[in-house]
């Protein structure tokens, strides 16, 4: 009887564990929630200046930790990250010189985790796929600037693909 019990405990824990998670909503509540966290007022701000003076990095803190940081080509806006109050989730968006989107994925630690697109400067989608640990997993999706999927690639390594960080 017991061991029936532990088997079942045990089918019923790996059937949970392989249940595929969705990706769409992971990254639209982690977004928020990196959002929400990295609205604050600095109380300090540290600026990076590149030997040739042609790349600037502006990093704002509040209370000791790291909630944003921006920079610069030529004085032009090019990346903007904003932290969770732990300082490892990231939600990096880089800009075109019009300002639109170029690129925006979630970071923890350092790793792409998550849905990653990439835009044309005219703001429609160039590329779209999954990361898990800094790799592209499943189906990737290329578009031409009229909006149309011009290539398919699977990248697999889906079973990479475990349960995604939190934030706490």
């Known amino acids: 009887m017991i061991f029936r019990l532990v088997l079942l405990m045990a089918l019923a824990a790996g059937l949970s564990a392989a249940a595929p998670v ?3 909503a992971w990254f639209e509540k982690t977004k928020a929630t990196i959002l929400r966290q990295s609205k604050m007022n600095a109380d300090s701000v540290g600026q990076e200046l590149s030997d040739d003076l042609v790349r600037r990095t502006e990093i ?12 610069y080509r030529q004085n032009i806006l090019v990346q903007v990250a904003y ?7 990231e939600l990096r968006r880089e800009l075109c010189p019009n ?14 985790f998550g849905i990653c697109t990439w835009y044309f400067c005219s703001g429609k989608t160039e590329k779209q796929g999954v990361r898990y640990r800094g790799k592209d997993v499943g189906i990737w999706k290329f578009y031409d600037e009229n909006g149309r999927v011009t290539e398919e ?3 697999e ?11 706490k």
């Not at 704002?60 to 920079?71: D, P, Q």
């Open 83 to 89: 932290f969770d109050q732990s300082g490892e989730f």
């Open 99 to 112: 300002g639109k989107f170029r690129f925006e994925g979630i970071f923890v630690k350092g790793e792409a």
């Open 22 to 24: 969705d990706q769409k």
């Open 153 to 155: 690639v699977d990248f």
């Open 60 to 71: 704002s803190y509040r209370e000791g930790h790291l909630y944003l940081k921006k920079i």
């Open 157 to 167: 390594n889906q079973q990479l693909v475990g349960e995604m960080p939190v934030i």
